[in-house]
């Protein structure tokens, strides 16, 4: 039997989702269901004066109407403590979108007419649509309770590297923009509640449905054991459902008062303005550097958007940009400091990446600017800054954010196998010269980012019980296996992972290996998947507990066997006594398992073992990307010619996988650079608030990508895996805005703020040319 990990094997969970039988949360049907809908405010701050229901009230189907007063005793939703939101608006309301008041009636159509029929009468207050605004001098804080609109502010270093700075040779002042980006997963926010005279159980679009079930049942003051939830098949997170919504709670509470099973399913619109929103983020850089480009100082301040309430996964963004501020450079003086401020939009939480894809466009924007401004090859100055792989594990300033085993410079070259950079110059140089033909760019990004969520004290600090992950092998009687897992899924693969460690470990057909996820009654504790922890964090509980498995069945097999443990070997799935023709398969040992009298004495039956992983460490992922671009002198739109991308994320369970987790972020990551911006008018009003008016990425837009990996693994898991969910997101954005710059660069452009649209590129070329 050949290693299973490491196989290119086709996703078991695929059949189902292609053919239209997965089961979403929307696709369970509870008897006696009714439906709840939103009445939503139009406006982005405004007094409530008052609302009337009674039309709503008495209109066909309609079981209910309520406010926030009818509600007394409710709690908040999960928010940052001291600005907590409540689940229906109290007094004002602080963006477009904000929930105001629910209807429940037989149908979610009579819901969506009912919500129609409530009059709300507002009293108009200031806007402050923007972190600009809500800064200025004499801004009214927008949170009742806080002295202004900043509702968290840290400086994370001793020193602000001024002296640093000023004694540097060159000194450079940067401006960057991370537009906000709505996280459009394929299935928006849907939860069913039915409580019971037993208790609560809930099924619900989520990332951690233990994490959730934790903070229900305090929530709601009940035992954690009276309360399920579910995460079914789940349609895309990118992070935005690791956030909690009001309706988690509302329609908990809402069931309890009708004793029937209530239903919310959002909208697309509504998502647009009510999912939680993400990067929204400004840096103001400073670096200091030497002649050749070696960075010597580095100081960023960084403003994060929090919108109208902040977000428990969004406040602290910042954080981990900070974090990882100097890439994957040696740069001896780094100072970031963060603000973050309420402003009267969608609030902003995670979106894949969170907070790092925003680091690592800061730093791969300023290197190219540092090498554009000695008049140096990009690449060159990234050469001279790499932190080397004998540095490696490369502790950085920053207490507990410890590089692991990584090989920059290798990545880069394993690109550059890819791409003929000089035959590229000489055609980019070719076609400046051509006035009918289109403008060539080429743009690097060289990236460091962190995955493996993990470490316990790191994670408390956004809320969770802890850092660790969970994992439950059983193997049947019948030789075939079940993994229950703690992670919940919602597009990584972990059914097919998963099974493929487990494979390996018991050297049993990877068919008849199943997993469970997503169920607080049927899965032992967990936290949930986000943070690229999936397989370091997740997979490798999966690997403890079914080595767990395999030693105790090795033990069983020497007994039958009547043999000594340390002669016995397992090899395609037999063990065997070593230089012998005497044999068991695994198969026969699971039946023994549960044969007491033939077992040793005081051995427990079954092979059933469960573990945990908590991780030491982060894991750090990195590579290196290349994207080639084309820009349509007439129109300025980008298109982009090639985009190659190597990739180290440690060791690799199943290589297709793998790249379909790369196209997916790349995909992102490039929609972001040239399309994707939520946006709002002075008054607050969103200005994507469907996808008509949000431009998403259609197969015409995106390229073939090209992919390959560099191996090195991290010492800090027993799998040796470091992620690969965030990455793509994490290195394209500035590949491609680099490559755009680049081919602008002859005319003196230093940058082109994202998205880079036909039209801001086109008014670049024609003020240029003028």
Excluded at 173 to 202: F, H, Y
Excluded at 241 to 251: N, R
Aim: charged content about 20%; some cysteine; glycine content about 10%.
């Amino acid at each position: 039997m050949g290693s299973m990990v490491g196989a290119a094997v086709v996703r078991k969970e695929d059949p189902a989702l292609l053919t239209g039988r997965g089961t979403y949360v929307d696709d369970i049907r509870l008897s006696g269901t009714v439906h709840m809908a939103y009445v939503r405010s139009y406006l982005a701050h405004a007094r409530i004066l008052s609302i009337d229901t009674a039309e709503a009230a008495a209109m066909p189907g309609v079981l209910g109407v309520w406010t926030h007063d009818d509600l007394p005793g409710l709690p908040p939703n999960r928010s940052v403590p001291g600005m907590e939101r409540p689940c229906l608006a109290t007094g004002k309301v602080h963006f477009v979108g904000e929930c105001v008041a629910v209807v429940v009636a037989t149908d979610r159509y009579l819901a969506a007419d009912a919500a129609e029929a409530v009059l709300v009468e507002y009293e108009e207050l200031p806007v402050m649509a923007t972190v600009e605004a809500a800064l200025a001098e004499g801004a009214a804080p927008i949170l009742d309770g806080l002295p202004s609109n900043v509702a968290l502010e840290q400086v994370l270093s001793a020193t602000d590297a001024e002296e640093e700075l000023a004694a540097a040779p060159h000194r450079l002042s940067i401006r960057l923009k991370n537009q906000r980006c709505a996280a459009v997963p394929m299935e928006p926010t849907v939860c069913l509640s039915d409580w019971q005279s037993s208790g609560l159980t809930m099924y619900a679009t989520t990332q951690t449905p233990h994490h959730m079930r934790n903070e229900i049942a305090a929530s709601f003051g009940l035992s954690q054991q009276e309360v399920r939830v579910i995460a079914p098949d789940v349609g895309g997170g990118f992070g935005a459902k690791a956030s909690s919504y009001p309706e988690f709670l509302l329609t908990a509470e809402l069931s309890k008062r009708l004793r029937r099973p209530v239903k919310y399913v959002e909208t697309r619109s509504e998502n647009m303005t009510s999912m939680v929103h993400g990067r929204a983020q400004w840096h103001e850089v400073e670096v200091g550097f030497d002649d050749d480009g070696t960075l010597l100082a580095l100081r960023v301040r960084i403003t994060q958007d929090c919108g109208g309430w902040p977000d428990a996964t969004g406040i602290g963004l910042p954080t981990l940009t900070s974090f990882m501020a100097g890439g994957c450079y040696h740069i001896p003086v780094i100072a970031p400091s963060f603000r973050s401020v309420v402003t009267n939009t969608t609030p902003v939480g995670s979106y894949r990446g969170a907070g790092r894809p925003e680091a690592s466009f800061m730093i791969e924007r300023v290197v190219d600017q540092v090498a554009a401004e000695l008049g140096l090859d990009p690449l060159d100055v990234r050469r001279r800054n790499f932190v080397q792989p004998g540095e490696m594990p490369f502790a950085t300033q920053f207490e507990g954010i410890v590089y692991d085993e990584a090989d920059f410079p290798a990545c880069l070259d394993k690109l550059l196998e890819h791409v003929d950079y000089e035959a590229l110059r000489t055609e980019q140089a070719g076609l400046r010269g051509d006035p009918d033909g289109p403008l060539l760019g080429i743009g690097f990004s060289t990236f460091v980012e962190m995955g493996g969520f993990g470490p316990t004290p790191l994670f408390e600090q956004f809320g969770y019980v802890g850092g660790w992950e969970s994992a439950n092998v059983r193997l049947n009687v019948d030789g075939s296996a079940v993994i229950k897992v703690g992670t919940s899924p919602h597009g990584q693969g972990h059914q097919t992972a998963f099974a493929q460690i487990v494979a390996d470990e018991l050297q049993i057909d990877f068919e008849r290996i199943t997993l469970i996820h997503g169920d607080t009654a049927t899965v032992q504790e967990g936290i949930g998947t986000m943070g690229s922890r999936g397989v370091p964090v997740g997979g490798s509980a999966v690997m403890k507990a079914a080595i767990k498995v395999r030693t105790k069945a090795l033990r069983i097999a020497a007994h039958m066997l009547e043999a000594d443990e340390n002669d016995v070997e397992l090899v395609d799935g037999v063990f065997t006594v070593k230089g012998t023709a005497q044999s068991v398969t695994m198969g026969e040992v699971a039946v023994r398992a549960f044969k007491p009298h033939l077992l040793p004495e005081g051995f427990d039956l079954g092979l059933d073992e469960t573990a945990f992983h908590e991780p030491t460490n982060l894991s750090y992922p990195s590579g290196a990307h290349c994207c080639v671009v084309e820009i349509d002198r007439g129109t300025g739109k980008v298109r982009i010619r090639r985009y190659v991308a190597v990739d180290d994320c440690g060791t690799v369970i199943n290589p297709l996988m793998a790249k379909g987790q790369i196209h997916g972020g790349v995909a992102q990551g490039i929609a972001q650079a040239l399309m994707e911006e939520v946006t709002y008018s002075g008054d607050g009003q969103p200005g994507a608030g469907t996808l008509v008016d949000y431009t998403l990425p259609s197969a015409l837009d995106l390229p073939h990508y090209e992919t390959d990996h560099v191996v090195t693994r991290t010492s800090f898991n027993p799998l040796g895996a470091k992620g690969l969910g965030e990455s793509g997101a994490t290195a394209a954005p500035q590949a491609v805005v680099n490559a755009v710059v680049d081919a602008l660069s002859h005319l003196g452009v230093r940058d082109v703020e994202m998205p880079c649209t036909p039209q801001k590129v086109w008014r670049i070329l024609a003020e240029k040319a003028s």
